[in-house]
């Protein structure tokens, strides 16, 4: 997937979550992620917060690294 | 009228206490109200009539159905009688058959005695009625003033291609214009003249048929006593010899027809009374556009190509299944299992799409499984699971007749729902109100005998402002439904949710000039939804189709919520599906995270279920959706594709993209009707069946489970279940090794806890089942939440309005929002082979007057119109039913390219594409585009078969 696709998707994954407590609101993001971005998904996530985490809201960059730290703990 | 009749008893029927009276002798207790001819109808004793049939409310206008009544003077219409507690009635004496006998010698005095050849002969009510009261001879003769002899008979008007309107055969009765007024709503038709000059007419002088208000729904040829208004195809054919019920396949109404046949030949579609969807009511899609099923395009024989540049050779079944297993199983030994997958179609039956979903995760071995509610209604499934735990609609269509208020939002059902328009216009006849959200004037706005109580004429893309600035109302002025909140709501979301649109940001003073709508207008809106009764929402694709497309379906579901309107007849949250069997599709477990009964991939126990019935070990993360397909097919990690009845190519956005993923792709295989603008990209073509030749079941917007029942042989040979279980064999899977379609269906009831009480033979004993059908519901739900929510408790959520991405700017001034007209049919690949594109040949863009002027476009100017993305050229029309800013066309011709310009945004929670807004510039244009003139290469390429 293109960069900015998969940035702009977790932000508006993210966006949505904001108003709920942090800690709820990570959760959250992390587990819409979970459960509908396909492996190939998740690992393009995964490899463009290696490359670069520019561009992803704050919000956005810790549901980001809470699943694909998931998702690294479980291979 | 219907040759294979049900019966009609005359009125319709009524609810009330019974009322006991006697008929002809014979005891009869009836609901009060009742008529004394539907009474007497329900003990076999019929009366003759000729102005009275049970869709309509009764007249008393031709005086064939007079009674005698103990106690009453003279001789009563039993049409226009209601029932009373002890009445005696007679039906049959000299005295009555004189009159009656007496008022058909004058109808028949002016009626040409052509009956041998008349479309009508055996099929006509008034040959039936002559016959039914004995008439024998015309003592005022015919040769006195009157419609049919040449000199005075007026001319057959056959400008509508489906029906014929014959002036010199109508007997004025009226039928035929009450139809179009009680059961259409259209009111295009009136009695024109007075006494012997009365004359049925669609509307002025200079109008025909075809170029009046007429929106040839059918509903005035059924309600036709004679053969005034009849079928083209009975004119031609003859009439009817045998029927089968079944279900129309055009909108998510999902209407029950009986096909009328000679042989195995349809000569025409009628509406049933007994379907609980349409209750004897059709649109001109499902009445008269069903010749496509026959038409000379559609492809019978299997093909197959090297590449996509290559013509068509024509194949066996074996060859092409062959042909195509082997590409998918060398793209999954070189490139991962994961490197094919497939697309469902709301289209086709529960059975086919269950198979296909099946032989993906099966037989290919993963979960790269998703439908076309991808690109329409997969946020209403994710935001009515997360607020209420099922992803479905409340209400049957039924429900809107105890409406007091409709919220409709994002959807225009005179046109994409017409069957279900007419029930809602006909409930707002009654007194109830609407609240129309929408960019355009609707003619739900303003039409005969309907005016929206207001309209909120929102700016595209504000919908979620709009529900938030509602919510803020409902709950700043004490309008919250504490009792039912306390009672049916997770309490702590819901103080959540209250204090988040309590805020000042949410209220429609802060938010009017986003919305682009007035502050009291939106207040005026949320104070009548929240205190008129019955509130119902109904909403299309102008609520899905946006980047909040799931938070505005949760934003519905809120206030829903707050206002008690969920879990009784009357209120709701309903989508209005767009085609067929979108529900169906999405129940058989046709998204790529689920199984079929909407149960997530990762549950263990579901799985184990599943793997346990098709013997095979399944994934347990979710599989790619279509965009997600289409951009792992430019990045080469997804080379194969099946794709069952949807033209990916035509419907889905960014055009541009869609056909580079495709041409990327190693094997792309289209199982369609018709070579499609996908299958000019597809190296396999395996014919699929119309439904005029499946056997199976539709699930429509309401849950309700129809079967559709074959009425002529496949002309392909081969089912299409049968053709995927072949597949899925020559994969290397043998579990698909079904007897039928009812099998199929029987192994959905086993896995499936909602279908567990479906079963074809069930259905085919006259049960009408809305889903969930099993234990606790073994007759089906028609109400849904009625005494708790079916997660439980209902889920408020927080939803914060965030503008999408697409921006309007200096260079792309105008917003441009995509819709359906009523005679065409999504990508049209249906209507555009039948008769219905003459309503309809182009699609067309409407731009408002002031717009117009500013770039100089005159009414029908060719025009350009461009995207970041991409532009094409159309037709326009200058309206202003589209405010100053917005512009608006449909998307039914290919040609027209209207996905050429729409962006890749999408929903955040489904990735269902933002039809609805996209930043457009429109400029006066003499030349088609660029996409337009490589369009017609392409189009060419991929009907070339190679000869023999």
């Known amino acids: 997937m293109k960069r900015q696709d998969i940035i702009r998707m977790t932000n508006q994954i993210a966006d949505f979550h904001r108003p709920y407590p942090e800690d709820e609101a990570v959760a959250s993001v992390a587990q819409h992620i979970r459960d509908f971005w396909d492996p190939r998904m998740r690992a393009d996530l995964a490899a463009q917060l290696a490359e670069d985490e520019a561009g992803f809201s704050p919000l956005a960059l810790a549901g980001a690294r809470r699943v694909i730290g998931e998702d690294m703990a479980r291979a | ?153 007026k001319p057959v008007d056959t400008s509508n291609p489906y029906f014929q309107f014959d002036p010199a055969k109508c007997i004025v009765c009226s039928r035929c214009v009450r139809a179009c007024e009680e059961v259409q709503g259209t009111f295009a038709l009136t009695i024109d003249g007075r006494g012997f000059a009365s004359m049925v007419s669609a509307g002025a002088e200079i109008d025909d048929f075809f170029s009046s208000e007429c929106v040839s729904c059918g509903a005035c040829v059924q309600a036709c006593p004679t053969a005034t208004l009849m079928e083209a195809s009975v004119v031609e054919k003859g009439v009817p010899t045998r029927s089968v019920e079944t279900t129309c396949a055009y909108c998510g109404v999902g209407c029950s027809f009986k096909a009328e046949l000679q042989g ?282 946006h980047s909040q497309g799931s938070t505005m379906v949760m934003a519905m579901a809120n206030l829903a919520m707050a206002t008690g309107n969920i879990g009784r007849e009357g209120v709701g949250v309903n989508p209005l599906r767009g085609q067929n069997n979108v529900q169906g599709a999405c129940d058989m477990g046709s998204f790529p995270h689920e199984f079929p009964g909407y149960r997530h991939v990762s549950d263990d126990a579901t799985r184990a279920l599943f793997e346990n019935a098709w013997g095979r070990s399944l994934l347990s993360e979710p599989g790619l959706r279509i965009p997600n397909m289409l951009a792992a097919a430019i990045d080469g990690t997804y080379r194969g594709i099946f794709i069952q009845g949807e033209d990916i190519a035509q419907s889905d956005p960014n055009t541009v993209h869609v056909t580079a993923a495709l041409a990327a792709m190693d094997c792309v295989v289209v199982q369609d009707l018709f070579l499609n603008e996908t299958a000019g990209y597809a190296h396999v073509f395996l014919p699929g069946t119309s439904f005029l030749e499946k056997d199976g079941t539709f699930t429509n917007a309401e849950r309700r489970i129809n079967r559709v029942r074959p009425v002529m042989k496949e002309a392909t040979g081969l089912s299409e279940w049968e053709a995927v279980s072949r597949l899925a064999s020559a ?94 049919y999504n990508v049209g690949a249906q209507t555009r082979r039948t008769e219905n594109g003459r309503w309809h040949p182009e699609d067309i863009l409407e731009i408002h007057p002031h717009d117009a002027e500013e770039r100089g476009i005159g009414e029908g100017d060719m025009v350009s119109i461009g995207s970041r993305i991409g532009a094409t050229a159309l037709r326009a029309t200058i309206t202003d039913r589209v405010p100053q800013g917005v512009v608006y066309t449909t998307f039914h011709h290919p040609v027209s390219g209207a996905n050429v310009i729409t962006t890749e945004f999408s929903d955040w929670a489904t990735n269902c594409p933002e039809y609805k807004v996209t930043a457009v510039q429109v400029t006066k244009s003499n030349q088609p585009s660029d996409w337009q003139e490589r369009f017609h290469d392409v189009h060419e390429r991929q009907f070339v078969v190679a000869a023999e």
Not at chain 2, 104 to 112: A, F, G, K, R, W
Not at chain 2, 313 to 335: M, N, P, T, Y
Not at chain 2, 794 to 817: C, K, Q, S, W
């Open chain 2, 1 to 153: 009228m219907a040759l294979l009749k049900e019966t009609d008893f005359g009125t319709p029927a009524k609810q009330g206490a019974p009322v006991t009276l006697t008929i002809d002798g014979v005891e009869v207790t009836v609901p009060e109200g009742t008529s004394v001819m539907r009474a007497a109808s329900e003990v076999d004793r019929p009366i003759p009539k000729l102005c009275a049939t049970d869709s309509l409310d009764p007249w008393g206008s031709c005086r064939m159905c007079l009674v005698e009544i103990e106690g009453v003077k003279g001789t009563p219409a039993s049409c226009t009688t209601p029932v009373r507690a002890g009445m005696v009635v007679t039906t049959q004496n000299d005295r009555l058959a004189k009159i009656r006998k007496g008022v058909m010698e004058l109808y028949i005095s002016d009626h040409p005695l052509d009956c041998l050849t008349c479309s009508a002969n055996g099929d006509c009510e008034l040959q039936d009625m002559a016959g039914a009261v004995g008439l024998r001879d015309v003592r005022y003769g015919m040769d006195n003033a009157n419609h049919f002899e040449a000199e005075s008979r």
């Open chain 2, 264 to 545: 195995d030949k349809v000569v025409r579609m009628v509406p049933q009374k007994s379907g609980g969807a349409n209750e004897g009511h059709s649109c001109v899609k499902g009445r008269f556009a069903w010749g496509y099923a026959t038409h000379k395009d559609r492809v019978t024989t299997p093909m197959v190509r090297e590449a996509i540049t290559d013509p068509w050779r024509a194949v066996s079944w074996d060859e092409a299944i062959g042909f195509a297993a082997e590409r998918l199983k060398k793209i999954q030994a070189e490139h991962g299992q994961g490197a094919i997958g497939g697309i469902t179609s709301s289209r086709c039956t529960n059975e086919e799409v269950y198979v296909v979903q099946k032989m993906i995760r099966a037989a290919f071995g993963n979960n790269n499984v998703d439908t076309c509610a991808r690109v329409c209604h997969s946020p209403t499934g994710y935001g009515l699971k997360t607020t209420f735990g099922t992803s479905a609609g409340t209400q049957n269509f039924k429900s809107v007749e105890k409406a007091d208020v409709i919220l409709l939002i994002g959807a225009n059902p005179t046109d994409g729902h017409p069957v279900f328009a007419s029930r809602m216009k006909k409930r707002l006849r009654e007194g109830a109100e609407i609240i129309v959200c929408d960019p355009r004037r609707i003619d739900l706005v303003k039409s005969p005998h309907i005016k929206a109580s207001q309209h909120v004429q929102l700016r595209p893309g504000t919908n979620v402002a709009v529900m938030n600035a509602l919510a803020h109302t409902i709950v700043t002025e004490g309008l919250v439904d504490e009792a039912f909140v306390a009672e049916r709501c997770e309490s702590a979301d819901f103080e959540r949710w209250r204090a988040f649109v309590a805020e000042d940001r949410n209220s429609p003073e802060a938010l009017a000039e986003r919305i682009g709508v007035a502050p009291e207008t939106l207040r005026a809106a949320a104070r009548l939804y929240a205190t008129a009764g019955n509130g119902a929402i109904y909403y299309g694709l102008g609520v899905t189709e």
């Open chain 2, 731 to 824: 994969m290397g899977y043998d579990g698909m090794t079904y007897a039928s379609a009812a099998e199929i269906m029987d192994e959905i009831a086993v896995l499936t806890p909602t279908f567990a009480g479906v079963s074809h033979a069930r259905l085919d004993s006259g049960a009408s089942l809305q889903w969930p059908v099993n234990d606790a519901a073994p007759d089906g739900t028609p109400t849904m939440h009625k005494n708790g929510f079916v997660r439980g408790k209902g889920r408020f959520m927080v939803t914060e309005y965030v503008a999408t991405d697409e921006r309007t700017n200096r260079h792309y001034p105008l917003i441009l929002t995509t819709g359906r007209i009523l005679s065409q």
